[in-house]
């Protein structure tokens, strides 16, 4: 029973190219979980999507951040024109219902590198 | 708002010790609280999982408490051993009906237990 997969596991971009960050959760999981763990901080909420919808994207940055999770398939962080900043650790978390009853599981991350 | 604090933020101690890890937040009002543990370059595992209507749950060496008037949670390890070395983290579920979806995450206490 494979866990939370994510890939690529690092990933190095220069300024202005686009990052690309992908998520396949637990099997039998359909809500998926974005956070950003940034240098000497802890993890933020980022998103949270069910399938083909986004439920709560308050966490995320309003501009050059979107996410995905589409009917098949995995679900998807794009970062466009991406910057110094973005460098972090982006983790995908999923469960199979809502957080008030179930714990999360995370994958082992995507750590970008923005050069 | 919603704040989580650790303390201590490291803390290095001899194989064999009982050690007290200690999570703190400011609104009382959650459903539940996790705790996970991170190793270095990996994702994070979800150790303990307490609801709001629980005092305690135990899992083999570890068993972790919730006063949720009071604000605070402990993880207790007992006989700790190298292998428990990482970085420990809790997180809380706030009642918000628009915040329900989210984990508010400590910064964490990163453990070394040496031989």
């Known amino acids: 029973n494979a866990g939370v997969m994510q890939n690529p596991r690092h990933l190095v971009r220069r300024r202005g190219q686009e990052a690309r960050l992908r998520c396949s959760p637990m099997k039998g999981h359909s809500h998926v979980y974005w956070y950003r763990q940034l240098p000497e901080e802890g993890l933020k909420f980022m998103v949270y999507?069910?399938?083909?919808?986004?439920?709560?994207e308050s966490g995320m940055p309003k501009e050059r951040f979107s996410a995905e999770f589409p009917k098949e398939g995995p679900s998807i962080l794009r970062i466009q024109q991406v910057v110094r900043g973005d460098s972090a650790a982006y983790f995908c978390?999923?469960?199979?219902?809502?957080?008030?009853?179930?714990?999360?599981?995370f994958g082992n991350g995507t750590r970008l590198t923005v050069t | 708002k919603q704040e989580v604090t650790q303390i201590p933020a490291a803390l290095s101690v001899p194989e064999g010790e009982n050690l007290v890890l200690n999570c703190s937040f400011t609104d009382s009002a959650i459903y539940n609280l996790q705790w996970f543990r991170q190793d270095p370059g990996k994702g994070l595992t979800s150790l303990l999982l307490i609801q709001s209507s629980q005092r305690e749950q135990t899992s083999g060496r570890l068993n972790a408490s919730l006063d949720k008037s009071s604000g605070r949670s402990t993880l207790y390890i007992a006989a700790s051993q190298p292998g428990d070395s990482a970085t420990y983290l809790c997180?809380?579920?706030?009642?918000?009906?628009?915040?329900?979806?989210?984990?508010?995450f400590g910064t964490g206490t990163r453990l070394q237990v040496f031989p």
């Open positions: 978390a999923s469960s199979p219902s809502p957080l008030l009853n179930s714990p999360l599981h």
């Open positions: 999507l069910q399938k083909e919808n986004i439920i709560d």
């Open positions: 997180a809380v579920t706030p009642t918000m009906s628009y915040n329900t979806d989210k984990l508010i």
